[in-house]
C-alpha cells in the first residue's frame, strides 16, 4: 500500500468556552469557601496558603471576567 505524502488541509477549530459556573463543584466551592474561611477565622485558624490559592485560582479559572487570551 503506498501513502499518499501530501499535507492533508488544516482543519477549523472552533472554540468552545469552558463555563465552569455551570459546573456542580464549581458552584458549591463558590458558595460556600468564604463562609469556610470565616468559620476557621472565628476559630483562630486558616487554611494552608498553598491550599488557599488552589481554591482562588480555581474561582478564577474559567471565568471571563479575569481575563481571556486566544491565540492561533
Known amino acids: 500500500m503506498i501513502l499518499s505524502?501530501?499535507?492533508?488541509?488544516?482543519?477549523?477549530?472552533?472554540?468552545?468556552?469552558?463555563?465552569?459556573?455551570q459546573n456542580l463543584l464549581y458552584?458549591?466551592?463558590e458558595t460556600h469557601y468564604s463562609?469556610?474561611?470565616?468559620?476557621?477565622?472565628?476559630q483562630?485558624?486558616?487554611?494552608?496558603?498553598c491550599a488557599r490559592q488552589e481554591f482562588e485560582d480555581f474561582l478564577r479559572c474559567g471565568r471571563l471576567e479575569h481575563s481571556f487570551l486566544r491565540v492561533h
Do not use: F, I, N, W
Request: net charge positive.
Open 27 to 29: 458552584q458549591l466551592v
Open 5 to 21: 505524502r501530501m499535507a492533508k488541509p488544516a482543519t477549523t477549530l472552533r472554540y468552545g468556552r469552558h463555563r465552569p459556573e
Open 44 to 49: 483562630g485558624r486558616r487554611l494552608p496558603t
Open 35 to 42: 463562609e469556610l474561611c470565616s468559620q476557621l477565622d472565628t
